[in-house]
């Protein structure tokens, strides 16, 4: 999901975004953006899983009612812009750009893996 949250606001950041938001701790982060990385998992993504727990008998996905998929969305797209937002944060306070040298084009490593520090702990609660 949370890739699916990032793609979504770059996405729509790219294409739509003037408006910024968190500036002094993300420059590049819009406004538009952070809808679009709401907007994409909850719309595009909840479909497709619960149209394949629907049609599965929940082998693929979780056999769960839509308003599940859709709050279980929002909050893990609210979390994963959070988490990525903390690690901005971290990285601004220590006057680095990226966080590693491993997937450099795209920041680094916990570039890669920031969006899910908060959302994995809420969905395991969730499942709970």
């Known amino acids: 999901m ?14 739509f975004g003037k408006t910024p938001f968190a500036h002094s701790i993300s420059p590049k982060k819009t406004f538009e953006g952070v809808l679009g990385a709401i907007f994409f998992p909850c719309t595009a993504i909840t479909l497709i899983f619960y149209f394949v727990g629907l049609y599965t008998d929940g082998e693929y996905a979780i056999k769960m009612p839509l308003f599940d998929y859709v709050l279980l969305s929002f909050v893990c797209s609210c979390l994963a812009i959070l988490g990525d937002l903390c690690e901005s944060f971290l990285k601004r306070c220590a006057s680095q750009k990226d ?6 084009s795209m920041g680094g490593f916990f570039d890669r893996i920031d969006s ?7 969905i395991y609660w969730y499942c709970l």
């Open 2 to 15: 949370s890739g699916w949250s990032d793609t979504g606001g770059l996405m729509f950041g790219m294409v």
């Open 99 to 104: 966080t590693g040298t491993i997937f450099q």
């Open 116 to 122: 899910m520090l908060l959302m994995f702990p809420f």
